[in-house]
């Protein structure tokens, strides 16, 4: 079974500050990971993902994700938050079957 | 905009009714993804189409079913209703079956209020 834990419900950063949103995994074997993103009232948006190779991965919006494998985990980090970047946050993973199993989300909000 | 349909945006109904959920897919992709999105379950995966035949099924009640059709767009159908399906309901789409080269893309979800 696969399955995904994003263990903040919500995080607060002052807008300028650097981000790190947590997500682990439980997986038998390398996965595909993703994060996405979702504002309010929008479907999700893909920013990112790992398939193999390089574990550092950049996405869009000035997004990176770090895959490690020794801490099933698959962080995802901005160096300097934006306003705009106020979302709730999904990690996804795809294993065999390829149909991901996404996490419960993780609400980001930004003060000024 | 995302490239994937879903319509309606918001739909109201009473339980024991039935309801269509449509979405058309970004163009040039051929699998379709159902997703329900509730505050206690998350995103759970319902169904997913490629190419008009059903690939996959998830935590897809027996109330609810899909299909999509030759020209690629698919409906939800959910009969019976409950309270309890008042939900986000997401269309994602992609090029190839299994989504894991290039995602998925999501459309904007058809909220559903069961009253």
């Known amino acids: 079974a696969q399955s995904v834990t994003q263990p903040d419900i919500h995080i607060t950063v002052s807008e300028g500050a650097s981000l790190e949103l947590r997500c682990n995994y439980s997986y038998g074997a390398t996965p595909y990971l993703f994060w996405y993103v979702q504002s309010p009232g929008q479907g999700l948006q893909l920013l990112l993902k790992?398939?193999?190779?390089?574990?550092l991965v950049q996405g869009i919006k000035g997004f990176e994700a770090e895959f490690k494998r020794s801490q099933s985990s698959f962080n995802l980090r901005k160096p300097s938050v934006h306003w705009s970047d106020a979302a709730e946050y999904f990690c996804?993973?795809?294993?065999?079957?390829?149909?991901?199993?996404f996490g419960r989300g993780t609400s980001l909000i930004v003060h000024p | 905009d995302s490239g994937v349909t879903q319509t309606p945006k918001h739909l109201i109904t009473a339980t024991g009714q039935r309801v269509t959920l449509r979405c058309s897919p970004r163009s040039g992709d051929l699998s379709v993804y159902w997703y329900q999105q509730s505050l206690d379950q998350g995103l759970q995966f319902l169904i997913q189409y490629y190419n008009g035949e059903e690939r996959a099924k998830g935590n897809i009640l027996e109330r609810f079913s899909a299909q999509q059709f030759p020209d690629l767009h698919s409906e939800l159908n959910l009969s019976s209703l409950e309270l309890g399906d008042s939900a986000l309901y997401f269309c994602a789409s992609s090029v190839e079956g299994t989504g894991v080269n290039y995602g998925y893309t999501f459309g904007s979800g058809t909220r559903l209020t069961v009253v």
């Open positions: 790992y398939f193999s190779g390089d574990t």
């Open positions: 996804a993973l795809s294993g065999g079957s390829y149909i991901p199993t």
